[in-house]
């Protein structure tokens, strides 16, 4: 089989195909300068689903629960929220009239445009990860690269078109991984333009009404089209990627979602387009040395039309145990299914797992919106610490970890009530993580009225405040060694907690119980164990940060 045909046979979806280490090395060896720039690292695990199957989690990630995220980038200049280079470009919605009235028609000033107005000119990504490291993170993860193609890197292979060159011409993900090595945390990146091929597609589109009616948006200039401007010399393409056929539906605005497993009518990314990706992202491995990687995608990125994906992955983890001597890196992705999760973690989306998950996963959320929103802000909008932490204990609870996002204002700083919510978030953390950090699920994940009212997940997750909120009679167990942990998720009123799944000859916890102990003081509490379940008196005087209350029982 040669190569061509084999990458045809993954493109149509045989993730189960074998390579044999010869078959593989001959592949590599005859066609690498045709088809690829930058090399796969030789080692155990080869480029298809079975060989990344015999993939194991490493037991930092296990232990380390939670992490924040910056994801920053030229999107957060405007301060108008998300997807702001997509939805600048669709007539009449929220960011496009925004767009009109602080920048002008997006057929004069595109996201090009507000790419040169984005200076950084407060970021102090020192400051930020020791604020995130107080406030209990574990690990660090920086945005290298958005749906707006944008590298916030030094890109040799998007070498005009990177945060170095253009924008605040600083290494952004240089900066952050810095600051990660000196606080001793590992070092994760967000990987997000494999979809820029049709997510940009908005930037081909033109008003059907009003005075510019018909004038094409920015989005198909080239080189040709930049003499005299501040982009001369510059070819807009290599940024928009977006010469190519408009998918099917494309001027539908949701079907993006639909087209995110890239079919249902997405125009196929080029070869070129692909394999630009492919080095781009092993060019960011190898200089930056993440320990970690979040794809944005379902699955692997450009899966199933690519094999790209599974190449990153394999080189990722062979470059892992060529460096240190064990498999170590961690890669996320989303909509796996189950023998996907054995390949990597599975990702949900601002949501969480109803259940034990047998394998290690994470969710992904946030205080407001992924790109910093201003109105957020405005309307104290964020979501509080106590909530933060109720995700992170029925996370936890469940086999999983937190990764958070703080949004980052366009000039790199984050605003002040932000900062009060991390810094409460530590206060809980500082004085409640032993029952967090190397835990492990318990038999059971908890006990009460919000688990019976729990969603179910869709599409990437997003069952986040869709249940009931946690209250006091809810339960979430962890364990860790001989020492079980029932935190209870609020204060209860009535000065007292039955925690039923423990009561006298449980089958989940048949031994004896000596002690209970309120993890935030030390303190022993008072406690009856009898048929109806394990009843503990709590304190008078609440501990700072009472909305969610570790019970040590040994």
């Keep these: 089989m040669n190569r061509r045909k084999l ?126 490291k107080s406030a209990g993170a574990k690990y660090f993860m920086a945005l290298a690269n958005h749906h707006d193609n944008l590298d916030l890197y030094n890109s040799k292979y998007q070498k005009d078109w990177n945060s170095t060159k253009q924008g605040p011409e600083k290494d952004i993900v240089g900066g952050w991984a810095a600051a990660a090595k000196k606080q001793n945390l590992p070092f994760a990146v967000s990987v997000h333009a494999a979809h820029t091929w049709s997510w940009l597609e908005t930037a081909q589109r033109a008003d059907k009404n009003g005075p510019l009616a018909g004038v094409p948006y920015d989005g198909k200039l080239t080189k040709q089209d930049g003499k005299g401007k501040w982009w001369d010399g510059l ?37 070129a387009y692909i394999e630009k990706f492919y080095n781009r992202t092993i060019d960011l491995i190898n200089k930056y040395n ?25 080189h990722l983890y062979n470059k892992s145990i060529k460096e240190k001597g064990k498999l170590t890196a961690v890669i996320t992705g989303k909509i796996l299914d189950e023998d996907q999760r054995k390949a990597m973690v599975w990702d949900i989306e601002r949501g969480q797992s109803n259940n034990i998950e047998p394998l290690p996963w994470q969710t ?19 979501k509080s610490a106590s909530k933060i932490i109720h995700t992170l204990v029925d996370v936890v609870s469940k086999n999983g970890n937190l990764m958070l996002n703080v949004p980052v204002r366009g000039d790199g700083s984050i605003d002040e009530l932000e900062r009060k919510i991390v810094e409460d978030i530590g206060v809980w953390m500082n004085a409640n993580s032993e029952s967090i950090y190397a835990t492990r ?43 079980l942990f029932a935190t209870v998720m609020a204060w209860p009123t009535n000065g007292s907690v039955l925690i039923t799944s423990l009561k006298d000859s449980s089958t989940h916890y048949p031994e004896k119980i000596n002690s209970v102990q309120l993890v935030a003081t030390g303190q022993h509490l008072k406690f009856e164990r009898n048929s109806d379940g394990l009843k503990v008196y709590f304190p008078a005087e609440k501990p700072a940060a009472s909305y969610a209350n570790p019970l040590k029982i040994s």
Aim: with cysteine; proline share 7%.
């Design 364 to 382: 992904d959320t946030c205080l407001g919106d992924w790109h910093y929103d201003r109105s957020v802000y405005n309307r104290k909008g964020y």
């Design 7 to 132: 990458i045809q046979s993954l493109a149509i979806g045989l993730p189960t195909l074998l390579f044999s280490n010869k078959l593989f090395a001959c592949s590599i060896n005859e066609t690498n300068a045709q088809e690829f720039v930058e090399k796969i690292l030789a080692g155990p695990f080869l480029p298809t689903w079975e060989s990344l199957s015999s993939y194991q989690t490493p037991e930092w990630f296990r232990d380390a629960k939670f992490g924040i995220w910056a994801h920053w980038g030229p999107q957060c200049q405007p301060e108008a929220g998300d997807w702001y280079a997509r939805e600048m470009y669709m007539e009449g919605s929220r960011k496009y009239k925004f767009h009109l009235e602080k920048y002008g028609h997006p057929s004069q000033f595109g996201f090009k445009d507000v790419i040169n107005t984005w200076k950084a000119e407060n970021w102090d990504p020192d400051a930020l990860v020791s604020l995130y």
């Design 290 to 314: 993440p320990d970690m990687i979040y794809f944005d995608d379902s699955q692997l990125p450009l899966w199933p039309v690519s094999d790209a994906g599974l190449r990153i992955a394999a």
């Design 235 to 271: 070819d807009p393409q290599e940024l928009y990627a977006q010469n190519h056929q408009l998918s099917e539906n494309s001027l539908d605005d949701g079907v993006i979602h639909k087209q995110w497993n890239w079919g249902n009518g997405v125009t196929p990314p080029s070869k």
């Design 441 to 483: 699920p318990w038999k059971i994940f908890g006990e009460g009225p919000a688990q019976n009212q729990s969603a179910a997940l869709t599409a990437q997750g997003f069952n986040e405040g869709k249940g009931a909120p946690f209250g006091e009679h809810d339960i979430r167990f962890a364990v860790k060694d001989k020492v």
